[in-house]
C-alpha cells in the first residue's frame, strides 16, 4: 500500500517529510524508518556529582528540554554522588548492563562519564563499544545528529567521529582533574607553611550516625553504602570506639 501511495503521488503527508528529486523515490520510507527507529530506540539519562554534598540532579532539566527538543522520551534516570576520577560507580555500570544495541545514553557532559586515567578510560570506553550503545552529549554537538540518523553509512561516519571527540574531551576532563587536585594540594600546603592550615572540620553528626552503626554490629560495606562515607572515616570512628572502650 505504500508503494501505491508513492506512485500515484498523494501529498497528504507530514509537512516535515522532505521530497527526493526521483518522485518515485520519495523520502517517506526515509520518514517511517526514522520514526520506527526512534521507537525502537531507547534513551537513558544518567546524572552524577563527585561528593554527597553536590547536587546530582542538577542538569536534569537541562536534558530534558534536550529531549524534548529531539522528540525523544527518557526511558530512566540513574543518579549517583561518585567521583569521575574511579571506574566503580555503581549506577553508571547498573545503566551499561541493562543497555542494549543501539540505546542512548545521554549526558550533560563528557566529564559526567569520565575523569578517568587513560587506562580506565579505555576499559570504559571498551564495555560501551561492546555494548553497542551511543553516547549523546550536550557538550558535544556531533552527538546529537545520532539520534537523528536513519541510515547505516550516516551513523558510522557520525560514530568514528564521535569516537575521536569522545577522547578529546574525556583526556581534557582528566586534565582538569589533575590540575584542581595538584592546585588543592599546592593550596594546603602554602597554608601549612604559614601556619593557616587546620585541616578539614569533622562532621561530627555524620561520625555519631557510624557510630552508632558500629555498635549495633552493621559491617563497614553496610555503612558505607548507607552514608556514601569512605571506608577510612569509618575505621576512624572504630578506633575511637575501642580506645573509649579501652579507657572504662
Known amino acids: 500500500m505504500l508503494f501505491e501511495i508513492v506512485h500515484f503521488g498523494y501529498t497528504s503527508l507530514p509537512s ?37 554534598f553536590q547536587d546530582a540532579e542538577r542538569a536534569k532539566n537541562e ?52 575523569r578517568l586515567n587513560g587506562k580506565d578510560w579505555e576499559t570504559l570506553k571498551s564495555v560501551i563499544a561492546d555494548k553497542g550503545i551511543k553516547i549523546v552529549s550536550l557538550d558535544l554537538p556531533t552527538s546529537h545528529r545520532l539520534i537523528d540518523s536513519s541510515d547505516e553509512f550516516t551513523e558510522r561516519m557520525l560514530s568514528a567521529i564521535n569516537a575521536m571527540l569522545l577522547d578529546m574531551l ?5 586534565k582538569d582533574y589533575e590540575d584542581r587536585k595538584r592546585r588543592q594540594t599546592q593550596g594546603v600546603q602554602n597554608a601549612k607553611q604559614q601556619g593557616k ?42 578506633k575511637r570506639i575501642k580506645n573509649k572502650n579501652y579507657v572504662t
Open 170 to 174: 574525556a583526556a581534557v576532563a582528566r
Open 197 to 238: 592550615y587546620r585541616g578539614r572540620p569533622e562532621n561530627i553528626v555524620l561520625q555519631n550516625k557510624i557510630e552508632g552503626l558500629l555498635r549495633d554490629g552493621k559491617s563497614y560495606n553496610y555503612i558505607q553504602s548507607l552514608l556514601g562515607c569512605s571506608r577510612h572515616t569509618i575505621s576512624k570512628v572504630n
Open 16 to 52: 516535515s517529510i522532505c521530497w527526493c528529486n526521483n518522485i518515485y523515490k520519495q523520502c517517506i520510507l526515509h520518514y517511517f524508518h526514522e520514526t520506527i527507529y526512534n521507537a525502537l530506540m531507547r534513551v537513558y539519562g544518567y546524572l552524577r556529582a563527585s561528593t554527597k
Open 63 to 114: 536534558l530534558k528540554y534536550f529531549a524534548k527538543k529531539k522528540g525523544i522520551k527518557v526511558s530512566f534516570w540513574f543518579t549517583e554522588n561518585e567521583t569521575g576520577s574511579k571506574l566503580n560507580r555503581p549506577e553508571l555500570f547498573r545503566l551499561l548492563e541493562i543497555t542494549e544495541p543501539g540505546d542512548v545514553l545521554l549526558v550533560e557532559q563528557i566529564d559526567r562519564i569520565s
